[in-house]
């Protein structure tokens, strides 16, 4: 029949897309997978996220999920996508390649891009409900990629608590034996505060009347923070006392967080089938977590995931070998 005679359907909603220049072309395309028949050309990824969403608003993510899988669409996009241009992707980029990942069911891409939001620190705020759905990951995944950024934060925090609390004990840290010295400890501590509040890791505050804004959390990529706390110098208090302080302790620490930051990705087999015992957000939190008795176990799948959430989700941390 002449299009004029064919029926027509008036649609509301087609779910929360971005603005795009065509719809028509975006409708089409969805058509063409509907029917069986090919794109003419390979999708972008935003427009493979909208197609995605206006295919769940009518229930058809699985033909479009099928799809994709049987002409490895994704896997050519990552063939097209130099490591550079990878790492360059901007957080819209990451956070469609995300959703994608999502709802058409990606492990990789859920993997890697997962990571990067949560070291980048680009999770967290509220997204409003007229923004493309990809500013609010679905599937809870937006709630998990924000407590885990917080977890990780916490995590380094904790190594600066950790190493401000045995400096300021009576335990002697000075390691020269016979000789060792509690000024050396007294000046090991002074120089440690001066390095921490010089980074931005620390504040001083008065104990009195609270007079300060809270302290927003640090907001730009967690390997930038790790490789700051890196620079801390060898601080000496004569010639004798070398290694005394915390850059030798500190140093095989950010190293082990900076590994198990590799990890922190959402792993889609045990979010899809095992959330219970996989996610971080309501799982019970270790009271203690011990560094000395801790080994980052690579058999066993589900091993390293118990071993990482315990580090980062832990209330307390004992850092010390
Ligand atoms: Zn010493
Ligand atoms: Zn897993």
Redo the contacts with the bound molecule.
């Keep these: 029949a002449p299009a004029s005679e064919l029926p027509v359907i008036r649609v509301q909603d087609v779910g929360r897309i971005s603005v795009v220049k065509s719809f028509t072309t975006l409708c089409a395309d969805f058509l063409y997978i509907l029917h069986g028949r090919d794109l003419q050309t390979l999708p972008p990824v935003t427009n493979l996220a909208n197609l995605t969403i206006v295919a769940d608003r009518f229930d058809a993510l699985e033909v479009v999920r099928s799809y994709v899988g049987r002409k490895k669409i994704l896997r050519t996009i990552d063939g097209k996508t130099t490591a550079k241009a990878d790492g360059a992707l901007s957080e819209e980029k990451v956070r469609q390649r995300l959703l994608v990942a999502i709802m058409l069911d990606h492990p990789p891409w859920m993997e890697r891009y997962s990571a990067r939001l949560i070291v980048k620190g680009w999770v967290g705020r509220e997204a409003d409900l007229s923004s493309p759905l990809w500013w609010d990951l679905p599937s809870r995944i937006e709630e998990e990629l924000a407590y885990r950024r917080e977890c990780v934060l916490e995590t380094v925090q904790s190594l600066q608590s950790y190493f401000l609390g045995v400096y300021a004990s009576r335990e002697r840290q000075?390691?020269?034996g016979y000789d060792?010295?509690a000024q050396?400890?007294s000046y090991?501590l002074g120089e440690m505060v001066r390095f921490f509040v010089r980074c931005g890791t620390l504040k001083l505050q008065g104990g009195v009347i609270d007079i300060n804004e809270p302290t927003e959390p640090f907001a730009g990529d967690a390997t930038f923070l790790l490789d700051t706390l890196r620079q801390v110098p060898e601080y000496q208090?004569d010639r004798h006392?070398s290694h005394?302080g915390i850059r030798t302790r500190l140093l095989p620490l950010l190293d082990l967080v900076a590994e198990c930051l590799l990890h922190i990705g959402i792993c889609t087999a045990c979010w899809t089938d095992a959330r219970e015992q996989y996610e971080w957000m309501d799982a019970r939190k270790p009271l203690l977590w011990k560094r000395q008795d801790f080994a980052l176990r690579t058999q066993g799948h589900g091993n390293k995931h118990a071993d990482l959430r315990a580090m980062f989700t832990a209330t307390e941390r004992d850092w010390g070998s």
């Design positions: 000075c390691k020269l060792s010295s050396c400890d090991q208090i006392h005394c």
